[in-house]
């Protein structure tokens, strides 16, 4: 049986912009067949960092991770089963950083590649940077997600 075309981004919040930082809530949307996956990520025991600044642009509070994030482990489990062997784009090195510590942290094997969405652009990448910087996100991943596939998408379609 063949697999359908899949093509996804991720978007993640995280606890602060710092060294320390750590990946708070994600989303990711498969831009061909509109299929999304969002989680809140409870903090590990040695996640401890939190930027009182990041909470005012995100708007989740540390004590909502607790009460309702999967665990840090469970993420990575799901990110791995949905996107085994894929390569999922992002727009910021940022998220590159949080996904590789959702990883590391948890001893776990990431089963997929994680690529800034612009090493895809080509000719294109100015325009496009251009569009992406003049977007006000939300900071709801899931949103901002959908934003950057509804945008990527036409560049890369268009290339092929």
């Not at 006000?136 to 290339?159: F, M, N």
Request: charged share 25%.
């Amino acid at each position: 049986m063949k697999k359908e075309k899949s093509m996804y981004f991720i978007d993640v919040e995280a606890s602060s912009l710092s060294n320390d930082s750590y990946p708070i809530a994600l989303a990711l949307i498969d831009a061909f067949s509109s299929t999304t996956y969002k989680a809140i990520i409870k903090p590990m025991g040695n996640w401890s960092d939190w930027s009182i600044e990041s909470e005012r642009v995100h708007g989740i509070h540390r004590e909502m991770l607790f009460r309702k994030g999967e665990r840090a482990l469970t993420v990575a489990l799901n990110l791995n089963r949905i996107l085994k062997q894929e390569t999922v784009y992002c727009d910021s090195p940022y998220d590159m950083y949080w996904i590789k510590k959702l990883f590391d942290d948890n001893n776990v094997k990431m089963e997929f590649l994680v690529e800034q969405v612009q090493s895809l652009m080509g000719d294109s990448v100015d325009e496009f940077e251009y569009d992406i910087m003049n977007i006000e996100y939300s900071h709801d991943p899931l949103e901002d997600v959908q934003t950057l596939a509804t945008i990527a998408l036409p560049y890369l379609v268009s290339k092929e």
